[in-house]
């Protein structure tokens, strides 16, 4: 079975510094990779994908995240955060051509000290 | 383009009741997944419908179930509700299963609470 490990359940950075949020898979085989966000009261919002294409993959708002085979990690990073940065995070994976049974991590709650 | 549609937002229900909820996918996307999300469990897979047909089924008591409707519409329905079944219950829509890119667009949810 798959399974998603992201480190940290709670992360808190000032506005302005870097975002790392971490994210590692396990898979016997290169899954896809997903980085969802949800706003309080709110469904996911997609916010970038890996699927096998460039490993440095950009999402909206200014996130990216590096997909690096030999640590099975994809963390998502943002140079600079922003107050409207604060929300739950999840990362996401699913195998190639399994349908969409995604497995999700069980998030992180970024919040943005002004 | 409307996105998806989940309805009740909200409802309570005690326990031994049943529920039923309800989700429009977007226009046009024929897979519907319904994920089951509580604070200390994260988000969980339920099922997946398409062209009204159950393809993955997670880990959950029969109690669980759900169907697609020809217009993709789809419903879940929880019977003997139990005080652990409170959740938000997220409706995600995609074009078809199995594409490559897989990505999911999520409803707001329905917030269940079991008194």
């Known amino acids: 079975a798959q399974s998603v490990t992201q480190l940290g359940s709670h992360v808190s950075v000032s506005e302005g510094a870097l975002v790392l949020l971490r994210c590692n898979y396990s898979?016997?085989?290169?899954?896809?990779l997903f980085w969802y966000v949800q706003y309080p009261n709110q469904g996911l919002q997609l916010l970038l994908k890996?699927?096998?294409?460039?490993?440095l993959v950009k999402g909206i708002n200014g996130f990216e995240a590096e997909f690096k085979k030999s640590e099975t990690s994809f963390h998502l990073t943002k140079p600079s955060a922003h107050m409207s940065d604060a929300a739950e995070y999840f990362c996401?994976?699913?195998?190639?051509?399994?349908?969409?049974?995604?497995?999700f991590g069980t998030g992180t709650s970024l919040t943005v000290i002004p | 383009k409307a996105g998806v549609t989940q309805t009740p937002r909200y409802l309570i229900k005690t326990r031994g009741q049943q529920v039923t909820l309800s989700c429009s996918p977007i226009?046009?996307?024929?897979?519907v997944s319904w994920y089951q999300q509580t604070p200390g469990q994260g988000l969980q897979f339920l099922f997946e419908?398409?062209?009204?047909?159950?393809?993955n089924k997670g880990n959950f008591p029969g109690r669980f179930s759900g169907r697609q409707f020809s217009n993709s519409r789809s419903e879940m329905n929880v019977s003997t509700l139990e005080l652990g079944d409170s959740a938000l219950y997220l409706c995600?829509?995609?074009?078809?299963?199995?594409?490559?890119?897989?990505?999911?667009?999520f409803g707001e949810g329905s917030r269940l609470t079991v008194l």
């Open positions: 995600a829509s995609s074009l078809v299963p199995g594409s490559n890119t897989g990505e999911l667009f």
């Open positions: 898979s016997s085989v290169p899954p896809y």
């Open positions: 890996y699927t096998s294409a460039a490993t």
């Open positions: 996401a994976v699913i195998l190639p051509n399994t349908g969409n049974q995604f497995y």
């Open positions: 226009s046009g996307h024929r897979s």
């Open positions: 419908y398409f062209s009204e047909t159950q393809r």
